[in-house]
């Protein structure tokens, strides 16, 4: 699939959010209406480098589909839907570099788990 491909493939998926396909391998949806429905048809896309979604719609239910994309290295998720619980059990890929969540309340065990 080629750089063209690819913003037209994360375009489709986000659409009706207000995110932003930016780059062929990310998509910024900060402050934007990126819900559930948008992550679950980005599910499986394996090339997906970064999700700046801050401030979106998106809840516990995704978290588990956003760490399946094995090559995430920023992820941003402050200040949606997503709990401490759902942090606490996530597993995180280890190709994530920059992680910010700020505006989730955390307990001492989802920062071990993060660790």
Same mark, same amino acid.
């Given at each position: 699939?080629?750089?063209?491909? *690819?913003?037209?493939?994360?375009?489709?998926?986000? #659409?009706?959010? !207000?995110?932003?396909?930016? +780059?062929?391998? !990310?998509?910024? $949806?900060? #402050?934007?209406?990126?819900?559930?429905?948008?992550?679950? $048809?980005?599910?499986?896309?394996? +090339?997906?480098?970064?999700? /700046?979604?801050? =401030?979106?719609? /998106?809840?516990? =239910?995704?978290?588990?589909?956003?760490?399946? =994309?094995? *090559?995430?290295? +920023?992820?941003? /998720? !402050?200040?949606?839907? /997503?709990?401490?619980?759902?942090? *606490?059990?996530?597993? =995180?890929?280890?190709?994530?570099?920059?992680?910010?969540?700020? +505006?989730?309340?955390?307990?001492?065990?989802?920062? #071990?788990?993060?660790?």
């Amino acid at each position: 699939m080629n750089k063209s491909q *690819r913003l037209r493939y994360l375009a489709s998926a986000i #659409e009706g959010s !207000g995110a932003k396909a930016n +780059d062929a391998y !990310g998509i910024d $949806a900060h #402050e934007s209406q990126l819900a559930d429905r948008h992550v679950v $048809a980005l599910a499986g896309w394996a +090339d997906l480098q970064f999700l /700046i979604a801050n =401030f979106s719609r /998106i809840t516990n =239910f995704s978290l588990p589909l956003i760490c399946e =994309f094995g *090559r995430l290295t +920023d992820l941003a /998720i !402050g200040g949606t839907r /997503i709990t401490d619980s759902a942090i *606490r059990s996530a597993k =995180f890929p280890d190709s994530i570099t920059h992680l910010s969540l700020s +505006d989730i309340p955390l307990t001492e065990s989802s920062v #071990e788990n993060i660790r």
